[in-house]
């Protein structure tokens, strides 16, 4: 029996809660810039509309070194991975930005010295403790090969490490060539169609789905930075809203903001745009089933949430039966997975009365990031778990 990635990219960044007539999105991913820190402090954030925030930005040199910039600083580095895994966010340090490609051409023009920006990329990661890397190189000059080759080799180091780290990227349309024949190394892939009109995302989108880029991966892009005036790039909470439906309508993976403090900005201290977001984000650590099988109640709720540090610090895993399923006698499965689809361990198969029910991982799964999945019928969701 095996999962799919498509599964499991959406399932880990989250699935829509049962019980809430609002559709979720897969995952909202925010654009937290180093230099908004000092009048949007990192506890003013509003992290409840957001599964994933991404710290902008360290920056690339021609010979391979990789430095904190963008205004980020040892210290708010710290702070602001302390405060997103505060609120159960996976915090994500972004490399690069507009600008930066010229330094990217540089540090990958050879095997040698690509190798020495993967080790310091990774380096940086994991000296501040962030959960991934997003990849912003956006000039990309012709060097398609390179622009793939570093991306390849970042995925293969990661994969050596243990819990293995998120690998996104901001691309857009014009870079297509380059990103879209190797879709398989990210986790996302959010659009920068920030200015696009809903109306025209179809258009915005159709380059990089010509070159084989899955929907189910792709993330909308949604600008909080706002041009005054035009209707076309004045993100107000309608077009937040907008967007949120054209990705769930269209099967795309999930939604991303640039840049978060705009809203705050523009509305003198309150925050609509990030109000209209916050009903399509996924809670974080629960995940849901809704599908042909049941009509149920809001009181029904066919759901699963993990606690990753439960009694003797082993994680354990609720689910709740409907007494619907139960009464159709509906085979439940619970299995856990490898981040690469592989499966590890049954937990449970078979039939199961309403109400909540636990499972307590034991101790012979080792420390390590897993899926859970969780299956009725023909329904089926997923959440990320890391057992320590």
Not at 24 to 47: D, E, L
Not at 212 to 233: H, L, R, T
Request: aromatic residues 8%.
């Amino acid at each position: 029996m095996q999962i799919s990635k498509a599964l499991l990219i959406a399932g880990i960044a989250g699935a829509a809660v049962f019980g809430q007539a609002q559709q979720k999105v897969g995952w909202s991913t925010g654009y937290y810039a180093g230099w908004a820190q000092s009048g949007y402090p990192v506890t003013k954030i509003n992290w409840k509309s957001y599964t994933h925030m991404c710290h902008f930005s360290a920056t690339p040199n021609s010979s391979g070194g990789v430095n904190l910039s963008m205004g980020i600083t040892d210290a708010s580095a710290k702070s602001f991975v302390a405060e997103a895994h505060k609120n159960k966010v996976k915090a994500i340090l972004c490399v690069g930005g507009a600008g930066t490609g010229g330094n990217f051409q540089s540090s990958t023009a050879n095997a040698t010295i690509r190798a020495t920006l993967v080790t310091n990329i990774l380096g940086l990661m994991s000296k501040y403790g962030y959960d991934g890397v997003d990849m912003d190189w956006e000039e990309i000059g012709g060097k398609t090969q390179q622009y793939q080759d570093l991306h390849k080799d970042l995925r293969v180091a990661m994969d050596k490490m243990d819990p293995k780290p998120l690998l996104t990227v901001a691309m857009a349309n014009y870079i297509a060539a380059s990103c879209g024949p190797i879709n398989q190394v990210f986790d996302q892939m959010n659009n920068m169609c920030y200015w696009t009109h809903a109306t025209g995302l179809a258009n915005d989108f159709k380059a990089l789905i010509d070159k084989g880029i899955p929907k189910s991966k792709m993330g909308v892009g949604i600008g909080f930075d706002y041009e005054e005036g035009n209707p076309e790039v004045d993100c107000d909470p309608t077009s937040v809203k907008q967007k949120c439906d054209y990705a769930i309508a269209n099967g795309y993976g999930g939604v991303m903001v640039w840049a978060i403090e705009k809203d705050l900005k523009r509305y003198n201290g309150q925050e609509p745009s990030h109000a209209a977001l916050l009903p399509y984000v996924p809670l974080p650590g629960s995940v849901g089933l809704m599908g042909p099988s049941f009509a149920l109640a809001a009181a029904e709720a066919f759901s699963m949430t993990i606690a990753e540090n439960g009694p003797s610090a082993r994680p354990v895993i609720t689910y709740m039966i409907p007494s619907a399923a139960a009464l159709a006698g509906t085979l439940v499965d619970v299995g856990l997975y490898g981040y690469d689809g592989r499966m590890v361990r049954t937990l449970l198969r078979g039939k199961a009365g309403a109400g909540a029910h636990t499972l307590v991982l034991d101790s012979r799964v080792r420390p390590g990031a897993y899926v859970v999945k969780l299956s009725a019928g023909p329904d089926a969701a997923a959440s990320a778990l890391i057992v320590k």
